[in-house]
């Protein structure tokens, strides 16, 4: 039986990857080898539909396709239009396929949301979430789910390693100080001042493809050439080595490894995150001076 895996880099950012053969893939294989960054257009999603609605396909309930959904971080840190994640959960819903949410980076305040599917609207039928529910960094991770999917019997759950009582204290004490804070409003205001500035960076570096991201989860992608987008995994590397330098610590990520990632603490002030921003773009104007 074939089956698809959609992966929505929602910082975008989607990618895909199948086990399929045949030409009606081939938008999606351009995707897949990154020949394309926008795969959010109404064809990609009339493509969809229509190999999961074919007889021929494989799909059955039985052995349901996953779709997964998330605002990407390592992926490449790519925003998916405000329509495609609206139109997935319409069909989810039209063939009865369940729409997971992957919110284990972008959970929890990270994209100005306490969720980043709150973002497109949409409700998930399940839902992964880590990292930032360990509070001050407790190990940590939870699945939530629609009531009509929970087929655990009493006791069920139960395991050796399940159930850490400090980390839950830890991060039953994370969120209420996330919701006490307004850490997600906080988060969007000052990620929006961040973007702002990285976009006029973009406009006047020529090595910088595009600035994105919401909230505390943006990326610079560097490129050799403005036009084509073709990326530059060693000038991505460089920025990284003079931003060290400079006093500033950046990741960098990415399908090509091209992107600077920026996830700081949720509790950043405006004078560091100000700071950080013209470190970076400090050490991009250095490095175009000798390339």
């Known amino acids: 039986m074939n089956k698809i895996r959609v992966v929505l880099d929602t910082n975008v950012l989607v990618s895909a990857f199948i086990k399929y053969g045949g030409n009606e893939w081939r938008i999606l294989r351009k995707a897949i080898l990154g020949e394309i960054i926008l795969i959010t257009s109404d064809e990609i999603i009339e493509e969809f539909e229509s190999v999961i609605s074919r007889p021929k396909f494989g799909y059955s ?4 396709n996953e779709m997964k959904n998330f605002i990407t971080s390592a992926s490449r840190t790519v925003v998916p239009d405000e329509r495609f994640i609206p139109k997935l959960r319409e069909i989810c819903d039209r063939y009865e396929i369940l729409f997971i949410d992957d919110e284990i980076q972008a959970g929890f305040c990270r994209t100005g949301k306490m969720f980043a599917c709150e973002h497109f609207g949409v409700v998930p039928d399940i839902m992964t979430m880590s990292k930032a529910l360990g509070g001050v960094g407790f190990p940590i991770s939870a699945i939530a789910y629609k009531q009509e999917l929970d087929t655990f019997p009493p006791g069920k759950h139960i395991g050796t390693f399940r159930g850490n009582m400090i980390a839950y204290a830890g991060g039953a004490a994370g969120i209420q100080f996330m919701l006490k804070n307004e850490l ?25 493809g595009e600035a994105r991201g919401k909230g505390l989860m943006l990326g610079v992608e560097f490129v050799r050439d403005k036009a084509t987008k073709e990326p530059a995994p060693e000038l991505a590397s460089k920025v990284r080595t003079l931003c060290h330098q400079n006093g500033l610590c950046i990741e960098i990520g990415g399908h090509y490894f091209n992107v600077a990632r920026f996830l700081p603490p949720l509790i950043i002030t405006e004078k560091l995150a100000r700071k950080g921003i013209e470190i970076f773009a400090e050490s991009v104007k250095e490095l175009e001076k000798v390339i």
């Open 184 to 208: 997600a409003n906080y988060a969007l205001e000052l990620g929006n001042m961040m973007l702002t500035m990285l976009s006029e960076l973009e406009q006047e570096s020529k090595i910088i």
């Open 61 to 64: 309930k039985e052995r349901v």
